[in-house]
């Protein structure tokens, strides 16, 4: 891009060829000043002339005279014409001076021109800008209004959820109120006797709620010269605690409740109690639980996933007072959250203790002949002074839907 003059130095330079220019034609007036001065000058030397002439013919002397005056005219002539020439050359000069200020103010003019042109296509494109960023801004407004149409709708939807949440806690709250006071009916199927069954699912039922028990184990007891030195209650039978089971409405289903093992009785020797029977439907298996004293046996397993395994006789450290049932709470592989194990006893340094839990407590190890049934599923104590073992608990089965 050429070098853009400013306005001032532009007008500067005007003005500096305007005084020049004037200059010149007052030196060109002064030098028309001179050749007038000339020609009135030579006007008189022809009439001098014409006198010489006229004189010539009176005296050769005045002619003489008038050569040397005509002579010295032309000195002067040829001085005057030296001066006009140079005076030429140096208008000349000016005008070529002026020719370069011409060019240079027609220079000078074409770069005002292209500035101008340059200003005006700026101020095309700040306009196409300016109507660009409108155009923005009118964007950015109707984004901003659909944002908050978004916000309010989010709002609203927000709103609507916590009245739908609001509304699914009041009916939770219903629904447990219902509950605690017994409003809310279910259907429950209750099989505690040992035997087989047929249970037909009814109709639009499609999960129930399991709960299963194998039988528990009677006691064992140990004798040493005709003294019975301790004894162990029965292990409990595996389980399914509460668990939802899928079903198919209008089949029926073959259910098996295991006995108990049976008690012993009248005992002279060691012996070890009786395992309980397994309890089985839809699909699963709940072994029941070992006699105590059956050596180094293991809690009684299912063949499900779904399954617990059995309790284990209520051990105890040894001590000098009785072990109650609420101190079952602390050996969680003799309860059940149904039950706790059956309490123990020890006697003369001697120790009896109850059995594993079930659907209910396990069997105690009595001081008397009065010792507690255990329940559904649970392992059988021993009556010190009857010496007898309890029969273990009959497995059970429960099914809600």
Partial sequence: MPYKLPSFEIQALIKTAVDSIKTVVDGMKRTTDVTKTIVDSTKKTADTTKIVVDGIKETTETTKTVVDGMKRTTDATKTVVDGMKRTTDATKTEVDGMKSTIDTTKTVVEGMKRTIDTTKTVVDGMKRTTETTKTVVD???????????????????????????????????????????????????????????????????????????????????????????????????????????????????????????????????????????????????????????????????????????????????????????????????????????????????VNFYGGGAGFGDGGDAGDTSNTVAPGAGSGAGYGLNSGTTIKGGDGIIIIEY
Avoid at 176 to 181: D, G, V
Avoid at 206 to 231: D, E, K, P
Wanted: charge should be positive; aromatic fraction near 6%; include cysteine.
């Fill in 139 to 349: 964007g950015m407004k109707r984004t901003t209004e659909t944002t908050k149409t978004v916000v309010d709708g989010i709002k609203g939807t927000t709103d609507r959820t916590k009245t739908v949440v609001e509304n699914l806690i009041n009916k939770q709250d219903s629904l447990l109120l219902k509950i605690q006071n017994g409003d809310l009916k279910r259907n429950i199927a209750v099989f505690d006797m040992p035997g087989t069954y047929s249970w037909a699912c009814p109709e639009g039922v499609t999960v129930i709620v399991l709960t299963m028990f194998g039988a528990g184990g009677s006691g064992g007891v140990t004798v040493i010269n005709n003294w019975r030195t301790s004894s162990t209650g029965g292990y409990g039978g595996a389980s399914v605690r509460r668990k939802p089971i899928k079903v198919t409405p209008r089949n029926t289903y073959r259910l098996v409740v295991g006995r108990g093992g049976t008690g012993l009785t009248n005992i002279s020797t060691t012996i070890a109690g009786n395992a309980g029977g397994a309890t089985s439907g839809f699909g699963i298996v709940c072994n029941g639980g070992a006699g105590g004293l059956q050596g180094a046996v293991k809690q009684a397993t299912g063949n499900s996933p779904l399954c617990n395994k059995g309790t284990t006789p209520h051990f105890f450290v040894h001590s000098s007072s009785i072990v109650t049932q609420s101190t079952s709470a602390l050996f969680d592989k003799s309860s059940t959250i149904f039950g706790l194990g059956g309490s123990s006893n020890t006697d003369n340094g």
